[in-house]
């Protein structure tokens, strides 16, 4: 069992940055493979990026490709997510969820059902 606690949301006015953490405690962190999905209001929850147990391996939605960066800190227990230029699109809340079962290289697939363990989310607002 892992508990994931999502922090860094808030209000930011479009062209804006934000960076999103998630620390998860229980067992070894490194163990997972980590990702980020967002849910805006009235619509499903998608996948935003996801990366490997290495950290060396990413993968990123088309709609954030360029502006988001995730990483990992494995001494830290740690997976952040680097939001710039921002757009009032990106309103959401932002969760992080982990997967299991996967090398250290290897990416799980876009799919939230990949994912067994979800934080409690936390809110990115984007003004126009």
Known sequence: QVQLVESGGGLVQAGGSLRLSCAA??????AYAMAWFRQAPGKE???VATIAR????TDYADSVKGRFTISRD????????????????DTAVYYCAAATGYSLGRLPTR????????????QVTVSS
């Open 45 to 47: 929850r998608e996948f």
């Open 111 to 122: 799919t939230s059902t990949s994912y067994i363990y979800w934080g409690q989310g936390t």
């Open 54 to 57: 290495s950290g060396r391996s």
């Open 74 to 89: 494995n001494a830290k227990n740690t997976v952040y997510l680097q939001m710039n230029t921002l757009e009032p699109e």
């Open 25 to 30: 405690s229980g067992r070894t962190f490194s």
